[in-house]
């Protein structure tokens, strides 16, 4: 059987058959017979799981300061000529009152690793929203804590926490990282969160300075490994102010690709069509949801704060209302042959 059978038929690949993939993902046309194969597995497969569905979860970039430094992002701690905001509670709580009338039922907040917002306030904040919105579900995205801490905040009634895992590769991961982030930590982050009973969402970037196909067939092994609930992927997209300003972006082409393969091995998960393919491609979000993604991030931060939330440069959607890219985003799944939906999306299981 060769691998495209495999992984059609098993839906599961070892180390090697993942390598091998990558060669044909390499290779072959996106339109080429073999590709469109796997394209068309990954579309029945999203339509026999979830439908016609889309789900759309209102973001809401809370804080930009970081103590971070990592080396491909735009709101890293070295980057001086950035301007930091935080968002008061008040302007949480606003953005997901607009957001709820607007039809979201999940809320992400999503910060950089902000110590400001201690633990007990993110806690705070989860339990306001969780007693204003009983029927709404709540993402955090704020980096990486102890399991206490994790547990804390699921207590206080998050359900979902977005954590990419950026490579696989332990190597690649302390290229792309400063020399005091530990890939160690990261992947025990992540089982910390599993066995707490969050759904959790792994992710890498496509096209990640010193990235190669050994390390994509890592992170393909390790998805189904860890077998998230949610798996972020992106082009990687350059930003000015980091070591990577001069770097090649990821291929939209390569992301569309691994889409369809991550619905195959993991047939249920929720997959989105991130900014950053909207980025490369004016209608790259069109083309990652006819790959295989089911969900939409559209944005619900104030507009103020939105252009000093660019891990990247020219990211999308950074001058518009909420309510704009909200019906934007429905002619888009709509453009695409989907329907977005004003439900909490949660996982199948
Ligand atoms: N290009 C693309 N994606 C990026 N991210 C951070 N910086 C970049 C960049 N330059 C992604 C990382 C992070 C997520 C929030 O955004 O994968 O986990
Ligand atoms: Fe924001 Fe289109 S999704 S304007």
Request: with cysteine; net charge negative.
């Amino acid at each position: 059987m060769d691998v495209k059978d495999k992984l059609i038929k098993t839906r599961q690949l070892n180390r090697e058959e993942c390598r091998e993939l990558l060669d044909l993902l390499l290779t072959e046309e996106r339109e080429g017979e073999i590709m469109s194969a796997i394209t068309r597995e990954a579309v029945r497969l999203r339509k026999e799981y979830y439908g016609n569905k889309v789900f759309t979860r209102g973001l809401i970039e809370f804080t930009n300061f970081c103590r971070n430094n990592c080396n491909y992002c735009g709101i890293r701690r070295d980057n001086r000529e950035l301007d930091r905001y935080r968002m008061s509670e008040e302007e949480i709580l606003a953005c997901c009152r607009q957001g709820y009338r607007l039809g979201f039922r999940t809320f992400v907040l999503q910060g950089g690793e902000d110590p400001w917002f201690t633990p007990e306030k993110i806690a705070g904040l989860v339990e306001q929203i969780r007693n204003l919105y009983p029927d709404c579900a709540i993402t955090l995205s704020v980096g990486e804590h102890s399991r206490e801490v994790y547990k804390l905040w699921k207590e206080a009634g998050a359900d979902r926490y977005l954590l990419r895992h950026e490579t696989a590769n332990e190597a690649h991961y302390h290229f792309l990282h400063p020399k005091e982030m530990s890939f160690s930590r990261r992947i025990s982050c992540l089982y910390d969160l599993k066995d707490l009973g969050y759904q959790v969402g792994a992710g890498f970037m496509v096209g990640s300075p010193g990235q190669t196909p050994d390390h994509l067939a890592e992170d393909l092994v390790f998805l189904q490994d860890l077998h998230p609930e949610m798996v972020g992927i992106g082009p990687f997209i350059p930003h000015h102010a980091t070591a990577y300003a001069g770097a090649k972006a990821g291929s939209l082409d390569l992301c569309l690709k691994l889409l369809s393969v991550i619905r195959i091995l993991l047939p249920d998960v929720l997959l989105p069509a991130t900014t950053a393919l909207g980025t490369l491609d004016p209608l790259g979000r069109e083309k990652g949801l006819m790959a295989g993604a089911n969900v939409v991030m559209p944005n619900l931060s104030p507009t103020e704060n939105r252009n000093l939330y660019q891990l990247y440069d020219n990211k999308i959607c950074v001058g518009d209302e909420a309510s704009k890219c909200q019906n934007c985003m429905a002619l888009r799944v709509r453009n695409a042959g989907y329907e977005m939906v004003s439900e909490r999306g949660d996982h199948i299981s």
